[in-house]
């Protein structure tokens, strides 16, 4: 038993170890290229037959090496690979692209051990549950997957509503960069703030193809590679686009996700998905972030009770209904059948001059005005993205005070308002220049002033976006899922802005290629509100009492 899992196990309230734990390092695995893959086996000491459970990660196997071994102490077998280009393996490292043919070849060499019996699991998150689901078509009959903070599509996360993801690979560049080659010193570094001030200053640099340079200081062959193939090519896509693979015969699927981590969405679009075809998947969704200690704790603890029943036949410790999810403004916990729990009340809210949001419908008005100047971005606090330090809820009172947000404000609520879903919203809008953003932010502002940021979303506008006869663009948005209360004298706070700086990349009002524009256009945008265009928020409440 290692201390770091003696310290998981501990804080992880894991179920008692069962026996010790024989570790194979370094083992030279070789893809069907020839490429050499470093590859780790944990093993029980007991002379008995054992499931399996595969991690690949692209991370480095040191850190996972305590989460192998509290597996492993509990029965399973485990096997950590380092991913193609990373770490200690060969090969270069061109993300999404080799996991499937990786994945499948190693699969193989697993089922020919002595010690495999038939029985295997796949686990981890973010890019760990890309990896398994670029291999969830080819497990054995007796299988289960603990997918977290993940999905099999990840067009939609490098590239959300048209727009490029910006803050979210630049800090990954470093984490997989840094990992590699220093791991001691990345480590210290991602929970500095250094990952995030590094970001800030390289998002600034145009065009952003060079970004790569400022990020990790030299040339990044896949980012390149996307700037240059990836964008509005449907076959670069196609091809790492797992959403197939998820049918009726996809083994059981435990998802775990947080109403702040920056694919919420996706994961529970691959939730949906399965249920559409007879699964019943186990979802938890807790007020976290993409990093947040809390998911980590819980990932290891229902992780392995999740693989006991499905592989060992033990449900025991399984809780009773397939969904729990935790409401802030509560802060609790709710068990439910299904996700959503049932059918939405819509419940309107509609945007008013003078920063008003209300039940009432509009009259007649004039539109609301800023400007968005790509020299000085809006920029982003807080929210739904990938961040060591900075993300999840935040006062976005700062942010509200720029000139290029506007903000509308309901009257203090008299009766508790829980939402739990998308909230949905119609923008009405015109702009100087036909490229612009929009990202709107739906905030709780207690009876203090602060100002909470629970969802949001952002939309990208071209000149090819459909306009109304009165030369005005009727935008209709999702705000990212979340399940949120607003108390008795809460107020409900709309942001709305044209950018969210370094998460997106800023909108530069040009049509030039995102990689490649260096030209820098401000644009005057309009919001109306009035009863021809009626810009308004939809929310999906819920009565939980």
Known sequence: MSLQSLYLAYIDNLPPRLNGVKKHRNIALTMDDGIILMTDHFAPRTKDKHPTILMRLPYGRR?????????????????????????????????????????????AW???????????????????????????????????????VTSADFRSVVFPAGAFHLGLWLSWLQVIDGLRERPLKMAGTMFS???????????????????????????????????????GNDVFW?????????????????????????????????????????????LTVGTWTHISDELQRDNLRETLLWMRAKLLGDSADLREKPVRIHISGLDEWRDYDAFPPGPATQQTWHLHPGGVLALSRQTASEPDRYVYDPADPTPNIGGAMFAFTGAGPVDNVSRESRADVLSYTSEPLDAPLTIIGQTS???????????????LRLCDVSSDG?????????????????VETDGTWRLNFTLHATAHAFLVGHRLRLQVSSGAHPRYARNLGTDEPVGTATTLVANDIEIFHDPQRPTAIALPAFDIR
């Open 450 to 466: 602060v100002s909470t940021n629970i969802c949001d979303g952002l939309i990208r506008v071209t000149p090819a976006t459909p």
């Open 193 to 231: 703030g250094g990952v995030e001030r590094k970001t800030a200053k390289a998002s600034m640099v145009l065009p952003l193809v060079e970004a790569d340079i400022a990020a990790v200081g030299k040339l990044v062959p896949f980012w390149r590679r996307w700037f240059k193939e990836s964008i």
């Open 110 to 148: 697993i089922k020919d051990q002595p010690w495999y019996d038939g029985r295997l699991g796949l686990s981890g998150p973010s890019y760990l549950g890309y990896a398994q689901w670029a291999i969830c078509d080819a497990l054995p009959p007796i299988a289960a997957m603990a997918t977290k």
């Open 63 to 107: 850190g996972f090496g305590g989460i192998a071994e509290a597996y492993a102490e509990r029965g399973f077998n485990v096997v950590l690979q380092a991913c193609r280009g990373t770490e200690k393996s060969g090969g270069e490292f061109d993300p999404l692209v080799n996991e499937r043919a990786d994945g499948l070849t190693t699969l």
């Open 425 to 439: 919203i119609t923008l009405y809008a015109r702009a100087s220049v036909p490229n612009v953003d929009f990202f």
């Open 238 to 282: 196609e091809a790492i686009d797992h959403r197939h693979r998820l049918t009726a015969t996809t083994p059981p699927v435990h998802f775990m996700s947080g109403w702040y981590d920056f694919m919420v969405d996706q994961l529970l679009s691959d939730y949906q998905r399965l249920v559409d075809v007879g699964h019943q998947p186990f």
